[in-house]
């Protein structure tokens, strides 16, 4: 199974269109993982022309998100389950309040967002991914999102690009 994992799209702010790499990757998707600050349903909408999408709302989202999303989630997908929030809030950091959101859940992957910031890292024996942004890469030298394939293991697959037009 080919899962896309993004974050903080914030379009259409950063971007009028999806960006053509994305859209590569896309195309033969069968699940979107986003992990909030779509900034509007119109991202939802245009990532749902190529999979189902699954995703939770971050702080830069507008109402029409917020009401239709929640701030965290669980996902299935294979034998694995698979933690999905943004991440913000006040006080520690990113990394850290994501780690409490799921503390005493049973996941074997957590993903988030918020610091635009594409990592990778075993914590505890508990994998956590954060894919970047693929239109808002602030002071990293490339956008980026992820390829996720669940197979006998999960298997993440960081995708970097310098132009997102």
């Known amino acids: 199974m080919k899962i896309i994992v993004l974050s903080d799209t914030h379009m259409p702010r950063m971007a ?63 034998p694995f389950r698979i933690g ?24 074997d992957m957590l993903i988030y967002g918020h610091s635009h910031i594409p990592s990778f890292k075993m914590i505890d024996g508990l994998q956590v991914l954060n894919p970047g942004s693929a239109t808002d890469k602030r002071r990293q030298k490339q956008f980026s999102f992820v390829k996720l394939t669940v197979e006998d293991t999960l298997n993440v697959e960081f995708v970097y690009y310098d132009r997102k037009l």
């Open 16 to 78: 009028k269109a999806l960006p053509p790499r994305l859209i590569e990757e896309l195309t033969d998707a069968e699940l979107i993982l986003h992990a909030g600050d779509f900034n509007t349903v119109k991202v939802i909408h245009a990532l749902e022309e190529f999979a189902p999408v699954i995703g939770v709302y971050g702080n830069a989202d507008d109402q029409n998100i917020t009401s239709r999303l929640p701030e965290k989630q669980i996902v299935e997908a294979g």
């Open 84 to 107: 999905l929030v943004h991440g913000h809030g006040k006080g520690k950091t990113t990394e850290k309040r994501v780690l409490e959101t799921f503390s005493g859940e049973q996941i």
